[in-house]
């Protein structure tokens, strides 16, 4: 299984507000989409959550979003590792993702850009 990066997951009460600040830190345009309610800005190695409340509490569980080369592989290697599966895998409409508990309780959503 190849790790290509990690996202850092952040949830704000604005994101009109938030974008310019992380835009500046991180040298770059926010990518701009709504999930399931939330709408979310991609910059840099930040990802800015803002939206219902009720959205954002299980949002907030997940500690990173870690990139890898193929969910399915990623899925088998941590299944062998003693890691629990939450939920997943699933397509996206940019990939596939999992949301997966670690022996050690941290969260993390697993995703690829495979079809």
């Known amino acids: 299984m190849d790790i290509l990066g990690a996202t850092l997951r952040v949830c704000v009460d604005d994101l009109e507000t938030a974008v310019p600040f992380y835009e500046r830190l991180a040298g770059g345009k926010a990518l ?4 399931g309610g939330v709408q ?3 910059v840099g190695c930040f990802l800015l959550m803002s939206g219902p ?4 509490e299980v949002l907030r569980k997940v500690a990173a979003t870690i990139a890898v080369t193929d969910v399915d ?12 599966i939450v939920a997943g895998p699933v397509t996206t409409p940019v990939g596939r993702n999992m949301i997966v ?3 050690d309780g941290a969260i993390y959503e697993y995703v690829d850009r495979r079809g």
């Open 32 to 35: 701009r989409f709504e999930r």
């Open 40 to 42: 979310v800005a991609a």
């Open 53 to 56: 409340e009720a959205e954002l």
């Open 73 to 84: 592989e990623a899925h088998k290697v941590l299944t062998e590792l003693g890691a629990h």
């Open 101 to 103: 508990m670690h022996p």
